[in-house]
C-alpha cells in the first residue's frame, strides 16, 4: 500500500515560492506517495520559538500536532521546519507527559523532503534534465540538525545534464536565521557578502538550496548585486521544474 | 586601559567593527587559520567524538558534586602549604589580591594569560594602588601596549595586524635600535622576550590564570606556548593563582583526558607547547618556585548557574572554537560584544555573569547556524542556551515592544489557520503585484531590515494554498 504522506507546506512556500510545493507533491507521488495536503496548516512557529515566544510557540505546535498526526509520513521541503519539528517539538513538552508523547510520534515520522526521498523512500535516481552548473548551499538546520548533505548531491548527480561546483565553504550560514536578518540586518549583510562572493567565486550558474528562507536572503542580495545567477530551491530542479521564473526574477 | 563594559551597545559597537578596516583584514585569519588546522587535527584522530563524551561526562560529573570538589581541592592545596581564599565577587577578588601584594610590599606584578584578570578587571586595579601590572604573553603585551582589552579568550590580540604591532613596539621600545628589522612575526617574538626578560626578573609577585584546578592533588594546571606562565609562576616570591569555581577537576587521570581534546580544538595542536602543573610553593630541596602559593577561587554569579538551565555552560574549557567557527564573530570580531567573553560562549556566559537586562542583545545576535554546538569539545548546547535567554527576556518585557507587538499579532493569525489563510489569500497576490515586473521588490515600508541590503523576491502570485484549494475543487467537479 502507498504511503500516506502529509506535506507541511512551510509558510515561506505557501505565501512565496507555491512551485516549490507542487514540485515537492511530484517527487513524492512519482515515487509512488499518496500525498494529502492537510488545509489547517500554517507555520511551525519558529519565529516565535527562537524570539523566546514559548507560550505561542507551544499553541502552534499542538495544534500542528493535531492536523498531522493522522497519517504516515509529514514531509516538509525545508531542513530547518522539519528540524523544528523532528529535534524541537518534543522538548516543548517536558512537563505534559501526553503532549509529549504526540510530540515525539509525530517528530518520528516528521522528514524534510530531500532526505525523506534519499534515506525512507531509497530513491537513487531522478528523471529530470537540465543543462546547467549548479552549486549548492548547505542550509544549517539541514545539514547540522538532520545531517543532510550528501543526500541532495547524490540525487542532483542523477539529474541529465547537471554538473555540480561546490563553493568554497558551502556549509557556512548565509546569514538569514529567520529574524536575524532583519533585527541585525548590518552583520546578516556582511555574512550574506561574504555567502555570494564564494557563489559567484564557483563559476555556477544556478544556486541552489532545500530552504527557502536562505534561499531568499541569498537571491535577494545576489540581484541586490546585479548577479544573473539563477536562484531556485533544489526541489524545483529534481522535479524538473524549472521552465517559470526562477527566485527573484520576472516572468519571463 | 579602563575596562568599559558597552554589551549593551552591542549592535552600534557592531556597525562600528565592520566599517573598520583594519579590523576586518585582521579578522579573516580567524576564519581561514583556526579551522584549517582544527579539522587536520580531527581528521588525524578517529577517537576524538568519543573523547568529547568523556569530556562532557567528567565535567558533568564535577558539577554535580562541585562543593565535594571543591572541598578536597582546598585541603590539599593547605596541605602543600598553600592557601585558598574564596571570592565571592570580582570586588572580593581584587581585594584579596591586593593584600597579597602588599603584604609582600610588591611593586611589579608579572602576568600569566587570564580570563579571569580581565573579568575583575585587576589591571587597573592595582595600576590605581601603584602597582605595576606586567603582561607576559605576547598577544596580552600587546595589547597592554595599545591600552585594549583581549578581543579572543585564546588570541588577545587577533584583532591586531602585524603591521600594527611593529608600531607599537618602535613607539614603546624606543631604547632598541631604529633601523631593527621587525618584519617577521619571530622579531616581534624575540624583541617582547628581550623586553620582558628583565622584567620578570624584577617582579615581586606572578599571577597566573589556570585551566584546571586538580581536586586529587591541589595542583593548578596552565597550558601555554610561549613558556611565559612557567616563568611568571617560578621566578617571583609569590605566586597567585586566579580561576573560577569551574575549573575544578577531580583527578590528574580526568585532566589529561580532558587536555587531549582542549588544545586540538583550540589551535589544533595535538598538545600546547606547555603543560605545566603547580602544586603549593617551594618545597625544602626544591631548585626553584615561589615562597607563597596563593589561590583565588572566584564565583562570581556561577553558583547560581548550578541546577539552572545555564549549568552545562560551566562545562567550558575556554578553547575558543566556538567564536573560531562563527559567521557573528567572523563578522564583527570580539570587542563589539562590550565584555570579557566574545562569540557563542559569551553570548551564553555574559548575561549569567552580568545580568539579562545589560547582556540581553547576545543571545540575540546569533542565527542559530549551529555551528558553535557542532565544534564545541565538551557539547555544550549553545543555541540551545541562546534560547532560552531570549525566553528570559521575552517573560521579563526586556525586548523591544515594537518586535513583541509584530510578533504576537504574527502568532494571533498562525494560531488560526482559517483566518491566516484568508488575511494571506488577500496579501499574498497584491504583494506579487507590486514586484510583478522585476520579480523582486526593491524597498517596502515596515520592511527596511530586509530591502536596506537586498531585494525581497516577489511571491509568484497566489498562495499554494490558494491554488492546491481551487486544484482540488477543479478535480471535485470532474469527477
Ligand atoms: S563553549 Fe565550547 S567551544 Fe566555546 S570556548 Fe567553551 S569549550 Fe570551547
Same mark, same amino acid.
Given at each position: 500500500?502507498?504511503?500516506?504522506?502529509?506535506?507541511?507546506?512551510?509558510?515561506? /512556500?505557501?505565501?512565496?515560492? =507555491?512551485?516549490?510545493? *507542487?514540485?515537492?507533491?511530484?517527487?513524492?507521488?512519482?515515487?509512488?506517495?499518496?500525498?494529502?495536503? =492537510?488545509?489547517?496548516?500554517?507555520?511551525?512557529?519558529? =519565529?516565535?520559538?527562537?524570539?523566546?515566544?514559548?507560550?505561542?510557540?507551544?499553541?502552534?505546535?499542538?495544534?500542528?500536532?493535531?492536523? *498531522?498526526?493522522?497519517?504516515?509520513?509529514?514531509?516538509?521541503?525545508? @531542513?530547518?521546519?522539519?528540524?523544528?519539528?523532528?529535534?524541537?517539538?518534543?522538548?516543548?513538552?517536558?512537563?505534559?507527559?501526553?503532549?509529549?508523547?504526540?510530540?515525539?510520534?509525530?517528530?518520528?515520522?516528521?522528514?524534510?523532503?530531500?532526505?525523506?526521498?534519499?534515506?525512507?523512500?531509497?530513491?537513487?535516481?531522478?528523471?529530470?534534465?537540465?543543462?546547467?552548473?549548479?552549486?549548492?548551499?548547505?542550509?544549517?538546520?539541514?545539514?547540522?540538525?538532520?545531517?543532510?548533505?550528501?543526500?541532495?548531491?547524490?540525487?542532483?548527480?542523477? /539529474?541529465? @545534464?547537471?554538473?555540480?561546483?561546490?563553493?568554497?565553504?558551502?556549509?557556512?550560514?548565509c546569514g538569514f536565521g529567520g529574524t536575524f536578518c532583519v533585527k541585525y540586518s548590518d552583520i546578516s549583510n556582511a555574512i550574506v557578502s561574504k555567502k555570494t562572493d564564494n557563489i559567484a567565486n564557483s563559476g555556477a550558474d544556478m544556486l541552489l538550496a532545500g530552504d527557502l528562507g536562505c534561499l531568499m536572503n541569498m537571491a535577494g542580495k545576489l540581484k541586490r548585486q546585479g548577479s544573473n545567477i539563477e536562484v531556485r530551491h533544489v526541489a524545483e530542479v529534481l522535479a524538473d521544474m524549472t521552465d517559470g521564473p526562477a527566485i527573484a526574477e520576472a516572468k519571463k | 586601559m579602563t575596562q568599559i563594559i558597552t554589551t549593551s551597545n552591542f549592535k552600534s559597537n557592531a556597525r562600528t567593527a565592520l566599517d573598520d578596516k583594519n579590523l576586518q583584514k585582521a579578522l579573516t585569519h580567524v576564519e581561514r587559520g583556526f579551522i584549517g588546522k582544527r579539522r587536520s587535527a580531527m581528521d588525524a584522530l578517529p577517537e576524538f567524538d568519543q573523547l568529547r563524551d568523556n569530556a562532557r561526562d567528567i565535567k558533568n560529573h564535577t558539577l554535580e558534586n562541585l562543593d565535594l570538589y571543591l572541598e578536597a581541592y582546598e585541603e590539599k592545596v593547605t596541605k602543600s602549604g598553600g592557601k585558598v581564599h574564596w571570592a565571592a565577587d570580582a570586588e572580593e577578588a581584587r581585594n584579596q589580591i591586593l593584600k597579597i601584594c602588599r603584604d609582600v610590599g610588591a611593586k611589579t606584578v608579572t602576568k600569566g594569560k587570564s580570563m579571569i584578570a580581565e573579568e575583575i578587571g585587576i589591571n587597573d586595579f592595582l595600576e590605581e594602588n601603584k602597582i605595576e601590572p606586567i603582561e607576559t604573553d605576547l598577544g596580552e603585551y600587546i595589547i597592554q601596549l595599545r591600552g585594549e582589552t583581549p578581543s579572543h579568550i585564546i588570541a588577545p590580540a587577533v584583532h591586531v595586524l602585524k603591521e600594527q604591532v611593529e608600531e607599537d613596539f618602535r613607539r614603546v621600545h624606543t631604547h632598541l635600535p631604529e633601523a631593527r628589522n621587525l618584519e617577521e612575526p619571530e622579531s616581534l617574538l624575540d624583541e617582547a622576550r628581550k623586553v620582558l626578560r628583565e622584567k620578570f626578573l624584577n617582579a615581586d609577585v606572578g599571577i597566573t590564570g589556570a585551566n584546571f584546578l586538580i581536586a586529587e592533588t591541589g595542583t593548578s594546571v596552565i597550558v601555554t606556548n610561549e613558556g611565559n606562565g612557567d616563568l611568571t609562576q617560578i621566578l617571583p616570591k609569590v605566586h597567585i593563582v586566579l580561576a573560577s569555581i569551574e575549573k575544578i577537576t577531580p583527578t590528574l587521570e580526568d585532566v589529561s583526558q580532558i587536555l587531549r581534546v582542549l588544545a586540538r580544538s583550540a589551535t589544533g595542536q595535538d598538545m600546547s607547547v606547555y603543560t605545566t602543573f603547580s602544586t603549593g610553593p617551594r618545597r625544602e630541596g626544591d631548585p626553584d618556585g615561589p615562597e607563597e602559593y596563593h589561590v583565588i577561587l572566584l564565583d562570581n554569579g556561577r553558583s547560581n548557574m548550578i541546577g539552572s538551565e545555564f549549568q552545562d555552560m560551566l562545562r567550558c574549557i575556554r578553547c575558543g572554537s566556538c567564536m573560531n567557527h562563527c559567521p557573528v564573530y567572523h563578522a564583527v570580531g570580539g570587542h563589539a560584544y562590550g565584555w570579557v567573553y566574545p562569540g557563542p560562549m559569551g553570548a551564553v556566559l555574559t548575561p549569567s555573569l552580568m545580568g539579562i537586562k545589560d547582556g540581553g542583545q547576545l543571545p540575540n545576535a546569533s542565527t542559530f547556524c549551529g555551528r558553535c554546538e557542532a565544534v564545541c569539545p565538551m557539547r555544550i548546547p549553545l543555541p540551545k542556551m541562546m534560547r532560552s535567554w531570549r525566553e528570559r527576556e521575552f517573560e521579563k518585557h526586556l525586548n523591544p515592544s515594537l518586535q513583541r507587538w509584530g510578533l504576537k499579532a504574527w502568532a494571533y493569525f498562525a494560531k488560526r489557520p482559517k483566518l491566516y489563510h484568508l488575511a494571506m489569500s488577500f496579501a499574498i497576490p497584491v504583494l506579487s503585484k507590486i514586484g510583478w515586473k522585476k520579480g523582486r521588490i526593491k524597498s517596502l515600508p515596515f520592511a527596511g531590515g530586509w530591502t536596506k541590503y537586498r531585494d525581497l523576491p516577489a511571491p509568484e502570485s497566489r498562495t499554494f494554498q490558494q491554488q492546491w484549494a481551487q486544484r482540488e475543487a477543479l478535480k471535485q467537479e470532474a469527477k
Open positions: 500500500m502507498a504511503h500516506k504522506v502529509a506535506l507541511f507546506v512551510t509558510c515561506l /512556500v505557501d505565501l512565496f515560492r =507555491p512551485t516549490v510545493g *507542487f514540485a515537492t507533491i511530484k517527487l513524492l507521488e512519482d515515487a509512488g506517495c499518496d500525498v494529502v495536503v =492537510p488545509p489547517a496548516q500554517t507555520c511551525c512557529g519558529q =519565529p516565535a520559538y527562537n524570539s523566546g515566544d514559548r507560550e505561542d510557540t507551544i499553541a502552534i505546535a499542538q495544534q500542528l500536532i493535531k492536523t *498531522f498526526e493522522p497519517y504516515d509520513y509529514v514531509v516538509a521541503p525545508s @531542513g530547518s521546519c522539519a528540524a523544528m519539528i523532528k529535534k524541537h517539538y518534543p522538548g516543548l513538552f517536558t512537563d505534559d507527559e501526553a503532549w509529549q508523547a504526540r510530540a515525539q510520534a509525530l517528530s518520528d515520522k516528521t522528514f524534510e523532503l530531500v532526505s525523506f526521498l534519499s534515506d525512507v523512500l531509497k530513491v537513487e535516481n531522478i528523471d529530470a534534465k537540465l543543462d546547467k552548473n549548479v552549486t549548492y548551499h548547505d542550509s544549517c538546520s539541514g545539514l547540522r540538525e538532520l545531517g543532510i548533505s550528501a543526500q541532495p548531491r547524490k540525487l542532483l548527480a542523477s /539529474v541529465e @545534464g547537471l554538473s555540480l561546483s561546490e563553493m568554497k565553504d558551502s556549509d557556512v550560514c | -
